[in-house]
């Protein structure tokens, strides 16, 4: 028996296939350590070091103007309002437009000509660059004063974020939609209900987790993003006070973060690492609720 | 048959009809539906005819020339984008390059049994929270920790490599350099977890097949396991890149905008994102419009890679149901 190494059924770890496969295991590791390193370092960051600027006065008062000889820089408190407030602007266009797109295509023409036009249009729309949403916006609002004579204004920065939100939110819905059973339509149709009651009293309910998982991923996306924002909301350092406020320029935490991160003063950079420790905080944590909310639903993808 | 129905001793079958308004209803929400379908057509060819429109005076002035002129000069009304197309293109191509054997080795990774399975989910988990931070705070981040971090690493490679064009200039912050990496943290979840979803697709008897004429585990992921998700893989990777060409604020950041071109990574540059966010405030004139005819280059390049991306996918996808 000489090659006794070959013909053995034991493993036999000194084999030049079996070094190769040992090595390649262990590149592989390294790369899932090097991916995973700058998630690490980000968070551990803005955590760390945002966290130890947040006080009371940082989360209410409004940012002082930039200057060196100031002793704090006040707060970030209007960035956190108009965030809110635009976000849900685009909340308010893009979840009613998207859910009644998606449910379109998964309801009334399923592999028609138009909607497998729409899908690949919001596969499209998808893919657009966000800074190109804040061009056109400036472009048909800022630009024309089309909203009541205002330019930069808060509702304009909304609609911009809700180009963003739209294309997630109908593929979700057309997915979510398309993993119920079409036993239940015909059930529904068999007792007599029209097509109407049919979408809302059964599929859209049955679908209602995975749906408003898709709606909170597109609405922490556009809550972080900034290029949209930057000339058609631009950035305000008082609250807002009334309604009219919000045809006027409104401040923003992304762009708050993107404006007092280049300035040359300590303390305003200070402020952007605050904001962006909310930022971070509220975008991970609407991520953990929508994963949460995906793994309720009786007919979510993690469970058919 | 009905009629036969003796209809004395029957009770009569009643046949209802829908009332009116349940009808109205049912045809009018269909309408609605239809409607807000059509939405997304709308603000698509809307995009390109408002970008197209506003441009039309720079395309018509300058024509081609003004992709291979990086002149930039408001005051004699020159412009050119030469310096900010070829940033937006080898920025993005340089990260794809670097992105892509981190993102797949990552995604073989966790889907392999090398590791307990709840730490393959865990760094899964991990990965797509990635791509939940905005990029605004990566840019924050790489322009206070990260490129003061590396500047000496990239003072190394200026030092000993120097002579060559693309490591021509001294490092001294914002620059090219710095833009790239950040742009492979930003499209390495993207390719990561796109990678991952379709590698978890190829069929366990493909796996068994291969182990089962006596492959090992690697010639298994290489020739039977890659081979099978590539179209996957493939897709991924081109979002990755039409993603990387549209990023606009970490690079923007950390980019160090200037309008001089230069072979060096180290010096620094433009992208057309970047150029946008810059400029766009405060520019008027012809400006707006060399800026919006900029936008229009920037979305044919995103729009071509998206397309490719979905025709790619449809092509090389191979059906296992």
């Known amino acids: ?304 | 048959m009905l009629q036969r129905v003796d209809k004395a001793t029957t009770p009569k079958f009643l046949l209802k009809r829908r009332p009116t308004l349940e009808k109205l209803v049912d045809v009018g929400f269909k309408n609605i539906v239809v409607a807000m379908a059509s939405m997304v057509a709308v603000v698509l060819f809307s995009i390109f005819a408002v970008v197209y429109y506003e441009s039309t005076e720079s395309i018509s002035r300058y024509g081609l020339r003004f992709l291979f002129s990086s002149a930039w000069n408001p005051v004699t009304d020159e412009y050119g984008a030469f310096t900010a197309i070829y940033g937006t293109l080898f920025t993005s191509i340089v990260s794809l390059l670097i992105a892509i054997p981190l993102g797949v080795g990552t995604a073989i990774f966790i889907t392999e049994n090398i590791i307990p399975k709840y730490l393959r989910n865990l760094i899964g988990i991990m990965v797509e929270l990635l791509a939940a931070i905005p990029s605004v705070v990566l840019g924050l981040w790489a322009v206070f920790i990260m490129e003061p971090f590396i500047r000496p690493f990239l003072n190394i490679i200026y030092k000993q490599f120097g002579f060559i064009p693309f490591f021509g200039t001294q490092p001294l912050g914002a620059g090219m350099m710095p833009a790239i990496l950040i742009l492979v943290v930003m499209i390495l979840p993207i390719i990561t977890s796109i990678s991952k979803d379709s590698l978890n697709q190829v069929p366990s008897k493909l796996r068994q097949a291969a182990y089962g004429i006596g492959a090992s585990r690697w010639t298994t992921i290489f020739q039977v396991i890659i081979p099978s998700a590539i179209s996957g893989i493939t897709g991924g990777v081109l979002l990755a890149l039409g993603r990387a060409m549209g990023e606009t604020m970490a690079v923007t950041m950390i980019i160090g905008n200037s309008n001089n071109f230069s072979w060096s990574i180290f010096a620094p540059s433009y992208t057309i994102s970047s150029m946008l966010a810059n400029q766009f405030g405060e520019a008027d004139g012809s400006q707006v419009s060399s800026l919006m005819y900029a936008a229009l280059i920037l979305m044919i390049l995103t729009l071509m890679v998206n397309i490719f991306a979905q025709w790619i996918v449809k092509k090389l996808s191979l059906k296992y149901q």
């Open chain 1, 1 to 304: 028996m000489k090659n006794t190494s070959q013909k053995s059924l034991k493993y036999n770890p000194s084999i030049t296939r079996n070094i190769g496969n040992k090595a390649l295991t262990i590149i592989s590791a390294l790369f899932a350590i090097i991916s995973l390193l700058p998630l690490i370092l980000v968070i551990s960051y803005v955590l760390i070091k945002g966290g130890s600027y947040i006080n009371l006065d940082t989360l209410i008062l409004e940012p002082e103007p930039p200057g060196d000889d100031l002793l704090s820089a006040g707060g970030i408190g209007p960035a956190i309002t108009g965030t809110f407030i635009m976000t849900v602007i685009a909340s308010m266009i893009s979840i009613p437009v998207g859910v009644g797109g998606g449910i379109f295509l998964a309801e009334y023409s399923k592999s028609g000509k138009f909607a497998k036009f729409i899908r690949f249009g919001s596969n499209v729309l998808a893919g657009v660059p966000s800074i190109i949403a804040g061009v056109f916006i400036y472009a048909i609002i800022v630009s024309t004063k089309i909203l009541f004579g205002s330019m930069f204004s808060g509702i304009a920065g909304g609609i911009s974020l809700s180009i963003l939100m739209l294309p997630t939110i109908i593929k979700t819905t057309d997915e979510a939609l398309k993993l119920v059973p079409n036993d239940m339509r015909r059930a529904a149709f068999g007792v007599g209900a029209s097509k109407f009651t049919m979408i809302t009293n059964i599929t859209l309910p049955a679908a209602f987790s995975s749906i408003s998982t898709g709606v909170l991923l597109a609405l922490a996306r556009a809550a972080g993003e900034t290029a949209p924002l930057i000339f058609t909301a631009l950035f305000s350092r008082y609250y807002i006070t009334s309604f009219d406020d919000l045809f006027y320029e409104m401040g923003s935490l992304s762009v708050l973060i993107y404006n007092f991160a280049l300035e040359p003063y300590e303390a305003q950079n200070q402020l952007a690492w605050a904001a962006s420790f909310i930022l971070v905080v509220l975008l991970l944590s609407l991520n953990i609720l929508s994963r949460w909310l995906g793994t309720l639903g009786v007919f979510s993808k993690n469970k058919v």
